[in-house]
């Protein structure tokens, strides 16, 4: 079993509707989050960032951590074109473990 | 402030051959990796380094050597280079909190051909 399991998706969806990506993983002691953005033939982008459990929210984008089913998500809200993207979840306690990414694809 | 960079963005090599793909960062990090992604694998850790003259193996090390003499400065060199060894190259760096790193800021990647 992977310490963190990401759907590849693609996961394709209207704009303007509410998107909800998520991961989970195996060790609880695992207390940094991280949600990237990476397009097309471009590098990783840090896109937000949680330490245990709660909610953060960053204009359209809301990361929400439940630490007790070890369950990591990002909700954007009014998809845009441009958030068609690879999203890519993170998570470190001392080393940095990384998902597979999903394909997000959003149509106009 | 460049970030991290990375050259070259693209390079063909034949199987045997080595080469050094670079990676410099302005922001004063301690800690830099190398990574590779291949298609639905996510991103792999080759090779780290917590500091200037440290440096330690990653995920799939195999083929792949590294040093770090500068705190700027950290170059990945494909010794015998196989087709395998074909993927998108990305170096990223962080500051480093007792040895560990949290959100790295990533290079825009070397995609690396073995024929």
């Known amino acids: 079993q992977k310490e963190v399991e990401q759907d590849p998706g693609p996961l394709s969806v209207p704009e303007g509707a509410i998107v909800s990506l998520n991961c989970t993983y195996s060790n609880s002691a695992f207390q940094y989050f991280m949600w990237y953005r990476q397009y097309s033939r471009k590098g990783p982008e840090l896109l937000m960032y949680?330490?245990s459990s709660g909610n953060k929210e960053d204009g359209r984008f809301t990361a929400q951590v439940d630490k007790s089913s070890k369950y990591i998500s990002l909700f954007i809200r009014d998809s845009q074109p441009s958030d068609s993207a690879t999203y890519l979840c993170?998570?470190?306690?001392?080393?940095?473990?990384w998902g597979a990414g999903t394909k997000l694809i959003i149509k106009p | 402030n460049a970030g991290v960079t990375q050259t070259p963005k693209f390079q063909v090599l034949k199987t045997g051959q080595s080469m050094t793909l670079q990676c410099a960062q302005d922001m004063n990090h301690e800690y830099m990796s190398w990574y590779r992604q291949d298609p639905g694998m996510g991103l792999r850790l080759i090779h780290y380094?917590?500091?200037?003259?440290?440096?330690d193996q990653g995920e799939v090390p195999n083929g792949y050597n590294v040093s770090r003499s500068t705190t700027e400065d950290f170059p990945l060199r494909l010794l015998s280079a196989a087709p395998s060894q074909t993927s998108v190259y990305f170096c990223a760096s962080s500051y480093s909190y007792q040895g560990g790193t949290y959100e790295q800021y990533f290079g825009p990647g070397t995609r690396l051909t073995v024929t």
């Open positions: 380094s917590v500091g200037a003259g440290i440096t």
């Open positions: 993170g998570t470190s306690n001392y080393q940095l473990i």
């Open positions: 949680t330490y």
